[in-house]
């Protein structure tokens, strides 16, 4: 057997890497990155596109550290597009964009509303915008049933809101005074164009690294394949960051920046 054994093999657990003294403090080292020329990464870390790995709560995780999630492309344009929508709508600086029920919406679109975007209070608006007022868990935790509309639940007097330009420090003393978890921005026609919650103003100071784009919100990429138009279409309408091609052999062909996020 001597003959047969030409060289000799090591595991990890053969070898004990012994660290030399430095003065550099972890804290202080910078491991900024540039992924493409919109878009900067904290932690130089991306994760796989695979159904086994990237799906929105792992791309939420890794945006919060400063890194970015590919969300894999095993499933309909729909899910993945809605995948991509979580994400985004996790953590927002303002929500320029929030999601609104009509006042004759029921209890039970309600809810699953809310199940569906991960938010637990939803606007109540007219058709051009007006707000009327706002329906939170709290306002139906005791409903048993689904069938009610909503305008016959929802909150509507003593709504805190706020017009204009408004910063997030603004807001958070806004809050902190009214104690309420929401702040709901209107225009002098008291249409409804923002808000913004106290779970985003304490996930922003928990986690300074986070990758977010332009509007405060966490970064998301997706996977798509050769020629798969449609689904890339969806996916940039609803502001995904990068776009991951793949080539038939599942490797990756190279990332492009979509260009919809500053």
């Avoid at 870390?45 to 159904?51: A, I, N, T």
């Avoid at 995780?61 to 709508?89: F, P, Y």
């Avoid at 005791?142 to 909150?155: I, K, P």
């Amino acid at each position: 057997m001597d003959d047969k054994i030409t060289k000799m093999g090591i595991t990890f657990d053969d070898v004990l890497l012994e660290p030399r003294y430095s003065e550099v403090v972890p804290s202080e080292v910078d491991l900024t990155t540039r992924l493409t020329k919109r878009i900067e990464l904290k932690i130089p870390v991306l994760s796989s596109p695979m159904d086994t790995v990237t799906e929105s709560s792992m791309a939420v995780s890794l945006a919060l550290q400063g890194g970015l999630g590919v969300i894999h492309k095993n499933m309909s344009v729909e899910d993945q597009t809605a995948e991509v929508d979580k994400v985004k709508r996790s953590a927002n600086g303002i929500i320029f964009d929030p999601v609104t029920l009509s006042p004759n919406a029921t209890v039970g679109q309600a809810r699953e509303t809310m199940q569906h975007h991960n938010v637990s209070g939803v606007p109540i608006t007219e058709e051009n915008g007006r707000l009327l007022g706002i329906l939170t868990r709290r306002d139906m935790r005791f409903l048993e049933g689904n069938n009610l509309d909503v305008s016959q639940v929802m909150t509507a007097e003593n709504l805190v809101t706020a017009t204009g330009t408004v910063t997030l420090a603004e807001a958070e003393k806004i809050l902190m005074a009214k104690k309420v978890e929401k702040l709901l921005l209107v225009d002098e026609n008291y249409r409804l164009t923002g808000l913004i919650t106290i779970k985003d103003i304490d996930m922003m100071k928990r986690f300074p690294n986070a990758c977010k784009d332009g509007q405060g919100r966490l970064r998301a990429g997706a996977a798509i394949g050769v020629h798969d138009y449609e689904r890339a279409e969806s996916l940039i309408g609803n502001d995904v960051d990068i776009l991951d091609p793949e080539s038939h052999l599942g490797e990756s062909a190279g990332r492009t920046d979509p260009g919809v996020q500053s």
